[in-house]
């Protein structure tokens, strides 16, 4: 059974792919299926953000380091970085005063409730599935994932 960690990794990948098979080519995300992408997924965690077409574009702008108007999943993986790096910024920011390490809650509203949730990750044993559109995962012995398209 897969770990928290590799269900969390898995939920990026498939959420990504969920988006990114919508229009065009399916191993990217243009404009149209990243602001989907944020104002669905990330509700929480940029609230000014995806309320504004101005800081979504000046967001993807930022994140398409080659300037072909599309996000490659390397490209995504910055911001899934930089969230991740900022959210446990918050979590510190929120800890309860006292010795060790401890967090508070983070940007999302869960409030922990992410604890234990693998989603359809967990389930899996590391057959392939399919996104939807025929763009198909199989990951198995941890050796990435092949597209079938």
Sequence with gaps: MAS??????E????????????LEHHDRLNHKEF???VKKELPNFLKKERRNEAAIKKMMEDLD???????????????????????HEEMHKNAPPGEGHSHGPGFGESRGTCHGQGGQAQNQGGQGHDHGHGHGHSHGHGHGHGHSH
Excluded at 4 to 9: P, Q
Excluded at 12 to 22: E, L
């Design 4 to 9: 928290l960690m590799e269900c969390s990794l």
């Design 11 to 22: 939920t990026i990948i498939n959420v990504f792919h969920q988006y990114s098979t919508r």
């Design 35 to 37: 602001k989907q992408l």
């Design 65 to 87: 380091t080659n300037a072909d108007k599309e996000l490659s999943f390397e490209e995504f993986a910055i911001l899934v970085a930089r969230l991740t790096e900022a959210s």
